[in-house]
C-alpha cells in the first residue's frame, strides 16, 4: 500500500481518472451500489516513504491538527476492542488480564487520544506518548471534558452505539511529549503498549526495543488501524478522490522489530457517521493533502464536493456512514528475546 501522503493508495483500473474523478455524463448512476465492480484494493503490506526524510517531513503535517484531527477522524469500536483486549490475557501469568482496571497502558503516537481516552473509559491508567504537544493538549482537553460529563460529550457519540454505550470506569490518562521510539518512561512500567494509526511512522526496530522494554511480564502490544472499507464501491472511489493511502490488504501484516511476533488479529467492520460536509474536510486530515500546494489542496477538494453533492446527490448536512474496518494485532514478545 501506499501511506496516507501519497497518491494512488487505492488501485487503478476502474476506467477513471488517477484521483477517481471524470466528467459527469447524464446517464451516469447516481447510486454508489451501482458503480462498477472494484478491482484488486492493493497489494502492499505497510507505506512506502522513499526516505526518512520523507516520512518525518509528512508526519510533521499532524502537529497542527489537532482540534480537526479529533473532529473529523474516527475513533475506534471500544466493546469489540476490549473483546480483543481479553484475549489478550496470558492464563500462564498470574494477573494477566490487561484490561483489568487499574492496569497499566502506554499508548505511542496518541495523537488526540481516541484510543488513550478510550481506555481510559475501560478503567486503564494510561500514558498517553506523542511528540506533538498540540495534539496531546486536545487530548487532555478531551478527558478532561469526558471525566466531568456524566455522558457523551462529543456530539458523534451520541450517533455511535459503541461509543455511546462505553464503560465510565475511567482510569486517568496523563500526557508525555516524546517519540515512540525513546519514551523516557521507566523500565516494565506497562502491561499494554497500543499504536493505533500510528505504526507505520515509527522506526520499526528501535519501536519494537522500546516496547520490550516498557512491558512487564505477560504484557502484549496492541496495534490499531483504521481503513476506510474500500470493498464499499463509493467509499474505494471517495478514497481514491482524496488520496488515501491508509488501503492496506486485507490479509496485512504489520511489520515488527526483533523480538516480537503477532501473536492475533481481529478485523471489525463498522460505521462512522457523519455529515456529508466532514467528508470533504476529512481530506484536509490526510498527510498527501496537508503536506500539498494550495493549489492541489484545492483541487482534491473541489473534487470530493463534486463527487459528494453533484455526483452522490448529498446535501452537506446529510449524515453518512462512512464504512471503516479496523485491524487489531496482538503482539508479544518472544521469550528469547534478550532484555533491551
Known sequence: MRPESEPGGAAQGDGASADGTEPQSPTEPRDPSAARPIPRISAREQPRFGSPERRRQLAATFTAQGADYDRLRPGYPLEQIAHALAAAADPQHPGGDVIAPGRDAVDLGAGTGKLALALAECGLHVTAVDPSASMLAVARQQHEARHAASGPTDGRDAQHPARASAPRTDGGVRTVVAT???????????????????????DTEAASAEVRRLLRPGGVLLLLWNTMDVTVPWVHRYSRIMHAGDVQREDFTPPLGRGLRVDRRVAIRWEDPMRASDLVDLARTRSYVAAAAPREQERVLTNLRWYLFDHLGHRPEDVVPLPYRTDA????????????
Open 180 to 202: 515512540a521510539e525513546d519514551t523516557g518512561l521507566p523500565t516494565a512500567s506497562a502491561d499494554l503498549v497500543t499504536a493505533a494509526q500510528a505504526w507505520h511512522w515509527f
Open 329 to 340: 494485532f496482538l503482539c508479544r514478545p518472544l521469550h528469547s528475546a534478550p532484555a533491551a
